[in-house]
């Protein structure tokens, strides 16, 4: 508790300087030569000693019957132990609840290696200090799951099998998945978590676990420094699929991520500090990258933005939104460089996404994309969107300031952009450049919009100099 103390307090110190800082605008130092260099040169992945701890000699059997977790588990104990090192899964089917990542360990998954997770819950027991949808709880571990580590890694070319598809999603309550609105699901569950969250119940009081079905994630550090997820395919998670909370220095890189179940976000990095998504596919269910930072009264009492992201060189197909920042956004989010991705898919709904709201609030300033490459979307190429779910139904006050926006091209959505603020919200400072929306069916959406510069953008052939409604 200690680190976690720590940890939060160092962003605090953060916010409080931003409080007196002046508001970045046009006209000032290109942040891609400032600030995108010192954020990249921070980020560097943990390097780990040459030991290796084969899964098979901890007594781990092949062949997806034998339950691995005790081996896995002992195998990653013993490597750390030992001044650390690479815990590696063979070539095989293996089947394993939980796994708890520890300090210097890189859970290396081979190539023809699959890791299949239990469809019992009691595979992921004892219940552990999670966070759900933006909102904290001691609830069913996540599949991998680390708490207060120091340079972790999962690593290799092989596959992460969530089952989600035959057993987790029908929790969701949605019949098209199997569930039952009356009978399984996760709402009644969710309403109380909420209730908690609202009431400011103590974390500790919050108590979940099997029976409830409100879905673990896959992979969840939390309160971790120096963090890799590398390499593997990730397919059929429960929910979120790589959720890094309140972690520094994360390098999230050539993953290959397909999962179609609901909510089954991509990459959500939450309240993390220094964070590379580089050269992933996402072929999602939900968003393909969600930068979030707590929900509610929870994000504002944990006080914690997501800041210095860079997502690069990343595919998107299937998808809510491609590059998207919320909505579990109270803490804030500032400082998102993304370029050189490329986002395609009739149904991908949204390429650059903000969801806000009143109920939320939250500070998100500060957000550079270039080099965007738009095949088609369903919906809007840029949505900046403050009537998300309960829109201005709140006490709070969303604010989204210094979006710019070069060099992205789009071939066909039905709107260019749909951004719309609230009247006693509006949305700051965007900037669009050089850039080409075409085939765009119903023109723009906007609406509580202050400060908007156009340069060299055309729609549908021609230049604009002004974005209208």
């Known amino acids: 508790m200690q680190n976690r103390r720590k940890f939060i307090a160092n962003f605090a110190v953060g916010a ?17 030569k400032t600030e995108y260099p010192k954020i990249l040169s921070r980020i560097e992945p943990p390097k780990f000693n040459k030991r290796q701890f ?38 095989g089917i293996f089947l394993t609840g939980a796994i708890q990542l520890k300090s210097n360990v890189n859970l290396y998954v081979s190539k023809g290696a699959t890791l299949k997770f239990s469809t019992d819950p009691k595979a992921y027991l004892p219940i552990v200090h999670t966070r759900w949808e933006g909102m904290e709880l001691m609830h069913l571990s996540p599949f991998i799951y680390a708490y207060e580590q120091t340079n972790i890694a999962i690593t290799g070319e092989g ?27 996760q709402r009644p569950a969710r309403a109380r978590l909420y209730e908690m969250m609202d009431k400011n119940v103590p974390v500790a009081e919050r108590i979940f676990g099997e029976g409830h079905y409100l879905r673990p994630q896959f992979i969840q550090p939390y309160l971790c420094k120096n963090v890799l997820i590398e390499g593997v395919t990730i397919a059929d998670s429960p929910m979120w699929e790589v959720h890094p909370v309140l972690c520094e220095n994360v390098t999230i890189r050539n993953l ?5 179940g609901p909510n089954n976000d991509g990459c959500d990095p939450e309240s993390c500090k220094d ?27 944990l006080h914690t933005p997501t800041e ?11 998808g809510h939104g491609g590059i998207t920042v919320g909505s579990e956004i109270s803490g804030g989010v500032r400082n998102l460089f993304a370029h050189d991705c490329k986002l395609d898919s009739p149904n991908l709904d949204h390429a650059l996404r903000v969801k806000n709201n009143a109920s939320r609030g939250g500070l998100l ?6 080099n965007i490459d738009v095949g088609q979307v369903a919906h809007a190429v840029i949505t900046i969107d403050f009537n ?51 085939n765009v069916a119903d023109g723009n959406i906007v609406k509580n919009v202050k400060g908007v510069r156009l340069d060299n953008v055309k729609l549908n052939g021609s230049i604009i100099n002004e974005l209208k409604g």
């Not at 092949?62 to 899964?89: L, P, T």
């Not at 300033?365 to 270039?370: A, K, L, T, V």
């Open 54 to 91: 084969d899964i098979l000699k901890f007594g781990a059997k092949s062949g997806a019957e034998f339950d691995c977790r005790d081996a896995i588990n002992k195998a990653i104990d013993e490597c750390s132990k030992a001044g650390g090192g690479r815990v590696v899964v063979p070539a």
């Open 159 to 185: 596959t992460l099998d969530g089952q989600g598809k035959s057993f987790f999603w029908k929790w969701h309550g949605n019949p098209n998945y199997g569930g039952d609105p009356a009978k399984l699901s």
């Open 16 to 32: 409080a300087a931003l409080a007196f800082a002046p508001k970045l605008a046009f006209g000032q130092a290109d942040p891609w």
């Open 308 to 318: 210095n992201i860079i997502v690069r060189n990343c595919t998107m197909k299937d």
């Open 365 to 370: 300033e500060n957000f550079y994309f270039r």
């Open 275 to 301: 964070v590379l998504i580089d050269n992933c596919f996402f072929d999602t269910g939900d968003d393909c990258i969600a930068i979030k930072s707590g929900r509610n009264n929870d994000g504002r009492r």
């Open 256 to 260: 290959h991520i397909s999962s179609h």
């Open 388 to 438: 998300y779910e309960e829109g201005a139904k709140g006490e709070f006050t969303p604010v989204v300031r210094n979006y710019v926006v070069d060099n992205l091209t789009s071939g066909k959505s039905k709107y260019g952009v749909d951004i719309q603020g609230l009247e006693r919200a509006p949305i700051y400072d965007v900037k669009i450049t050089n850039s080409t929306f075409a």
